[in-house]
């Protein structure tokens, strides 16, 4: 069951709530459920995580007059036998009571076949046999006749209004609590009462949570919410209206958050402000290289020495920069550069085969049926 928010937890002494539970001799649905009765009260904590029980609530409770005993029989729950047994009547007529709309179910549950099984408080049902007798025997009433040669069955939105006022009665967040009214409003009307979205997105963030967690299986939570949507036009109406109200407030309070509202955890938690990124600055185009005049035949072509700075050692690029390894390599063959060693056997090619330094170069032979670039072919 859900958390209340109007009070926090501060020094005192707090337990967890499956040390509460064991204590309160209660099993986790037990407990749920008296939470969400409003019959043991948790505090949410101010960092978030699990709510945890005040250790003078349990004392509280365990020193009330029959405990264990009297606080289990408050959330004891049945199902369509037991609570006809209970009030000495069939099952058919107990399930034409439920369906007619004067029991109100508490809980429910899916058996084997996914089907939903109701569940009621047995205090109620001994309520209801010492506040309205004539329902137990005899021939019903007109009105529940009615009612039930109609199709009607209450127990849907009787337990779906019980759900949402407790849920309200357990949070004074204005967010949360428009959160809980939302969740009676299928996608589309939603969002036609809601047209922001980060605004339905925060709903999902703040809407109460049960003490233990989401628990349950993949079925049984798609049936809550589908349980949780109102059916009936008027019914439909009264919840855009309720949600309006919520909404309003909730506004009035605080906005929903944006994208980018909320500070970065890990730099707030160290003091620091966020760093702004710097903004990115775009390289400087390379000039054009001018294209060199084609050599006439016969004339020798001096190659050009390296530029100082290609000649230099390339300094990294730059992150974001265009100019990079294959840029470079581009550049110096528009600019003529050559290895030395490929400038010195060119020269050789054209003098006869001399090395530089007067001695002849060996011939150098096929290789793999390939010549080795730069070699001079002999005849």
Known sequence: MPVTDAVRTSSVHTVAVSRAAAELVLKRGEFELA???GIVRVEARRGGGRPRVRQEEIDR???????????????????????ARLLGISPVRFTRLARAGCVT???????????????????????????????????????????????TDCRPRNWRSRRIERLLTLTDDPWARAAVAAQ???????AEVVDDPYERAYFARVRPEPVFGPRGSSATRDAMARLMLAEEPDEILWRR???????????????????????????????????PA???????PSRPVAPTEPAKPGERVEQAEPAGDLARPAEPAVQGSPVGLLARLRLRRVRGYRHPRERAGRTAARSGGHHPSGRRRPVAGPRGGAGREGAVEGG
């Open 184 to 190: 009676a409003l299928d996608p589309a009307q939603l």
């Open 105 to 151: 179910p508490v809980a429910f549950y899916l058996n084997r076949y996914r089907a939903v099984v109701w569940l009621y408080l047995a205090q109620e049902l001994g309520g209801l046999a010492a506040r309205s007798p004539e329902l137990l025997v005899g021939r019903s009433p007109a009105w529940m006749r009615d009612r039930l040669d109609s199709g």
């Open 35 to 37: 939470v969400h009765l």
């Open 278 to 284: 710097e903004p990115f600055e775009p390289a400087e």
């Open 61 to 83: 409770l365990r020193t009330e007059d029959g405990f264990p005993g009297a606080l289990r029989e408050r959330v004891r729950t049945v199902g369509t036998a037991e609570g």
């Open 241 to 275: 209206v309720n949600l309006i109200m919520e909404l309003d407030s909730a506004r009035e309070l605080r906005q929903a958050p944006r994208p980018g509202d909320e500070r970065r955890p890990d730099l707030e938690a160290l003091g620091r402000p966020p760093v």
